[in-house]
């Protein structure tokens, strides 16, 4: 008996993925020469598995600000927040997120997987209730277990399932914060948030919003799902991630909720880790402005994710029910995911597999993160791709074969 | 394990009090194998001692799906941290048992 026993089953089935072809869970990029191309393998390859919404990788005040910062501040903070002080960035970049959002209070966390493990296990202890979407990120499940908190499942993005399970709470004492998601990472689909602020009302709860895929991406300033629905009073807390449509590292909180800086001294994922490097802070800071001065990053984003999911709808391909930045492809079994993934790859596109049990519905996934700063034409080059691939794996039928049982 | 468990069972039989019980156990049991089977999409069979993600071959996910199956049949919220330390069909159907009570 050894200490990695316990996981054989894991490390065969990944051996035997590694042996269908490259690993898709340990991709290398050579080069990354833009936020839309790399090098892989050798080959010249779009880049379409990353959450890099805007471009702003490579963005130019955004990497000048990191550069600054970097001289002038140095490489890192080497401590906590409250064991070894405040940069004037954290603070700049919290006061900068809280008018964003027009909120009183903003909190910065290290990763946005921490700023869920923070704010679950804190907002909501022994004796309260979390209740959480089925289908949410590994980081609310995470924090689910770090906290004291009852958790309770509801039925993915299912208002009523929702209400029922509130109901059946009636007259349980404690507290009550319901966590969903503006865009849900596999499928690219979104909660309906209208009807569960009207169940939230009804019952009396807390909710918090992830907008770590839907910032910058949705509503006419980039706040999100609850603006581009209009209930953002309704939401009691927004958190979110540097990482995707901000191009680095972090993630947050903001809230209008009084009593809220006390946090600060007893939230764990925030307190017990190093703060953000000063390089990261600035080019966050840098980030947020690029996307609130110039709404065409979003518009381009959107019209991009468009193109690529009617292109792929329109082959006869298996996509997600919403059209997003993130475009799903599903695929019928494992083998099948694997191969087309390979293929695709050789082809000249790196994508995401996303394998069960980490997708919904137990179907293998092949996953999109369309950017603003893909061009038409690299969109179309990948829509050649999946006819191809497609049609190989008779995934789709061939345009011959189409007109002739048409 | 499971034989101390049939075993506590069955002292009550002798006295009298176990077939309402006992019944009561049975009935969760084949809910449970009722979920299972309609998550799983085959027949199973279903114990006390039946160790569920084990014995059923199932993973994270479809054991999840089990759960609300039963939260719907039985009308109640099985917290997913009370679910931890649940490992055989009889442990799940106990839980139950108690949640039920609360309500």
């Excluded at chain 1, 629905?229 to 947050?252: P, Q, R």
């Excluded at chain 1, 979003?298 to 329109?314: E, S």
């Excluded at chain 1, 596109?349 to 369309?370: F, G, I, K, Q």
Aim: some cysteine.
């Amino acid at each position: 008996m050894g200490l990695f026993d316990k996981h054989l089953a894991y490390a065969q089935a990944y051996e035997a993925i590694r042996n269908a072809g490259a690993d898709p869970f340990n991709v290398k990029f050579e080069q990354v020469l833009s936020p839309t191309e790399g090098i892989i393998d050798g080959r010249r390859t779009i880049l379409l598995g990353s959450h890099n919404y805007l471009g702003l990788t490579f963005d130019k005040a955004v990497v000048e600000a990191a550069a600054g910062a970097l001289t002038e501040s140095g490489a890192g903070t080497t401590g906590s927040r409250i064991a070894n002080g405040n940069f004037d960035g954290h603070r700049r970049l919290e006061a900068e997120l809280a008018r964003f959002y027009g909120r009183k209070h903003a909190m910065v966390f290290t990763t946005g997987y921490q700023a869920n493990l923070g704010m679950l296990s804190t907002l909501v202890g022994r004796g309260d209730h979390l209740i959480l979407d089925a289908d949410s990120h590994a980081s609310i499940y995470d924090a689910s277990r770090l906290g004291m908190a009852e958790v309770i499942r509801f039925r993915h993005n299912d208002p009523e399932d929702l209400y029922k399970r509130l109901n059946r709470l009636k007259d349980v004492p404690g507290e009550r914060l319901i966590v969903v998601e503006g865009i849900y990472s596999m499928l690219g689909d979104v909660a309906p948030l209208k009807e569960m602020v009207a169940v939230k009302r009804e019952m009396g709860a807390y909710l918090l919003v992830d907008e770590a895929h839907s910032m910058g991406v949705l509503g006419e300033k980039g706040r999100g799902l609850a603006e581009l629905v209009g209930v953002e009073e309704d939401v009691d807390f927004v958190v979110g991630t540097f990482s995707k449509s901000l191009a680095g590292i972090g993630g947050f909180c903001v809230s209008n909720l009084d009593g809220f800086e006390v946090l600060r001294v007893t939230c764990r994922p925030y307190m017990f880790t190093a703060s953000l490097p000063p390089a990261t802070v600035a080019s966050t800071t840098a980030a947020l402005h690029r996307m609130e001065t110039d709404p065409g990053l979003r518009q381009r984003v959107m019209a991009n994710a468009q193109r690529l999911y009617d292109g792929l709808n329109g082959m006869g391909f298996v996509t997600g029910p919403t059209c997003n930045p993130i475009v799903a492809i599903a695929l019928p079994d494992q083998p099948v995911a694997i191969g087309v993934w390979n293929a695709l790859m050789q082809a000249g596109v790196y994508m995401n597999l996303a394998l069960p049990p980490a997708t919904p519905d137990a179907r293998p996934l092949l996953r999109a993160s369309v950017s603003a700063a893909h061009s038409d034409e690299q969109i179309d080059a990948v829509l050649g791709m999946f006819k191809q691939v497609g049609e190989t794996f008779g995934l789709i039928e061939s345009d011959v074969k189409r007109a002739a049982t048409a | 394990m499971v034989s101390r468990q049939r075993g506590l069972l069955n002292t009550f039989t002798t006295s009298g009090l176990a077939s309402p019980l006992e019944a009561v156990t049975d009935l969760t049991l084949r809910e449970i194998g009722r979920a299972a089977e309609s998550v799983l999409g085959r027949s199973v069979e279903v114990s006390e001692g039946t160790d569920i993600m084990r014995d059923l071959e199932v993973d994270s996910l479809a054991l999840m799906n089990i759960v609300m199956e039963l939260e719907d049949s039985f009308d109640l919220s099985i917290p997913l941290d009370r679910l931890a330390d649940v490992q055989t069909a009889g442990q799940l159907a106990g839980l139950i048992k108690d949640l039920k009570k609360r309500n």
